[in-house]
């Protein structure tokens, strides 16, 4: 079944440094790819998306880079900043016949050190 | 003040009862999704469905139900045939369509089995 892989899942960084997360999805079906940040307790919500006809796309400090033939996508968190510690996770939408569905990565969790 | 609201935020449950968890969303969404969140494990898809009365199964749909009488409304049953049920539940709401957008959570309910 579709599958989406993420790494690290503990990563650490000195403020002011970069972060960058992968994942790997499976089904090459896959056109929507979303991110989001989940504080402790809340809800996890979209930081950035890309769609699979595009390559790159930059949000300020935050960018995602997407690489079909390789089924990889990335997030790059550039300056980073204590407000940016959470849990990130990547997803691929895959759309087959109508239906809809999200896959998620198992998460990273990211501690900016001050 | 539109969004998707799920109730309770807190549940106990004893071993061997059924618990319904509440979704309603008033985003005009036509597919919505259940998510279980664990740690280490990020989410996992239970069930969603792309239109009234019709439903998928996800990754780990046993021992759990769902209905959708309601384009707004996609409640949850965890049954007692659920082995391991305490766990962070997370309902989810996107606009479905050719190329899909953005999904927007609840605010989650924590399910503990006591």
């Known amino acids: 079944g579709e599958n989406v892989e993420q790494h690290p899942s503990t990563l650490s960084v000195q403020e002011g440094d970069s972060a960058v997360i992968k994942c790997t999805y499976s089904d090459s079906a896959s056109n929507y790819f979303p991110w989001y940040k989940q504080e402790l307790g809340k809800r996890p919500q979209l930081i950035i998306d890309?769609?699979?006809?595009?390559g790159e796309k930059k949000d300020q400090r935050i960018a995602v880079t997407l690489n079909k033939t390789a089924k990889h996508f990335s997030l790059h968190i550039t300056e980073t900043q204590p407000e940016d510690s959470a849990v990130y996770f990547c997803?691929?939408?895959?759309?087959?016949?109508?239906?809809?569905?999200?896959?998620f990565g198992t998460g990273t969790r990211l501690k900016v050190l001050a | 003040d539109g969004g998707i609201t799920q109730s309770p935020k807190y549940l106990f449950r004893k071993e061997g009862q059924n618990v319904t968890l509440s979704c309603e969303q008033n985003?005009?969404?036509?597919?919505m999704y259940w998510y279980r969140q664990d740690p280490g494990q990020g989410l996992r898809l239970i069930y969603y469905?792309?239109?009234?009365?019709?439903?998928q199964k996800g990754d780990i749909a046993e021992g759990y139900s769902v209905s959708r009488e309601k384009k707004e409304s996609f409640p949850l049953t965890v049954t007692s045939a659920q082995k391991n049920p305490t766990a962070f539940y997370l309902c989810?709401?996107?606009?479905?369509?050719?190329?899909?957008?953005?999904?927007?959570f609840g605010q989650g309910t924590r399910l503990t089995v006591v």
């Open positions: 469905s792309q239109i009234v009365n019709d439903f």
């Open positions: 985003l005009n969404h036509d597919a």
């Open positions: 890309i769609r699979s006809n595009v």
């Open positions: 989810a709401s996107s606009k479905g369509g050719l190329w899909n957008t953005e999904a927007f």
């Open positions: 997803a691929a939408t895959l759309s087959t016949s109508g239906t809809y569905k999200y896959i």
